[in-house]
């Protein structure tokens, strides 16, 4: 089982970031860890520096996904996985500020998380 590369689920429905965790953990990646909020992820974020970040645009509190990745991306170069329900024309123009980006529009399926994150692997 490989462990070297590691995930961080910014999610704030807690069942879905679980579902997301234990399937990727049974798919081969060992070192995931799921957050609710952004201001969370950012502090994890300054001590493990993830490799991945699966992150959701809608996050209650004050930080969205967007600012949240922002201020990770200051410290620490990730790969982020945006997921979201609606993509418009703002979406593609905040994900573009990003150097290492893709995006997945809910529902999402384990296979193509999965699909993203061994893409990033290779």
């Known amino acids: 089982m490989e462990s070297d590369i590691k995930i961080l689920i910014v999610e704030d429905d807690v069942i ?5 965790a234990n399937s990727l953990r049974k798919l081969i990646h060992s070192s ?6 952004g201001e969370k992820a950012i502090e994890l974020s300054k001590s493990e520096h993830p490799d991945i970040v699966l992150m959701d645009i809608h996050l209650k509190g004050k930080l969205d996904g967007f600012k949240t990745a922002a201020a990770i991306n200051s410290f620490c170069e990730t790969y982020f996985i945006f997921t979201t329900g609606y993509v418009n024309e703002d979406f593609f123009r905040k994900i573009e500020t990003f150097k290492l980006v893709d995006y997945l529009v809910k529902p ?9 994150i061994n893409k990033k692997r290779k």
């Not at 879905?16 to 997301?20: F, I, L, R, V």
């Not at 995931?32 to 909020?37: D, L, P, Q, V």
């Not at 999402?108 to 993203?116: A, H, R, S, T, Y």
């Open 32 to 37: 995931i860890r799921t957050i609710t909020s």
């Open 16 to 20: 879905t970031s679980m579902y997301w």
């Open 108 to 116: 999402v399926l384990i296979e193509d998380i999965n699909k993203l």
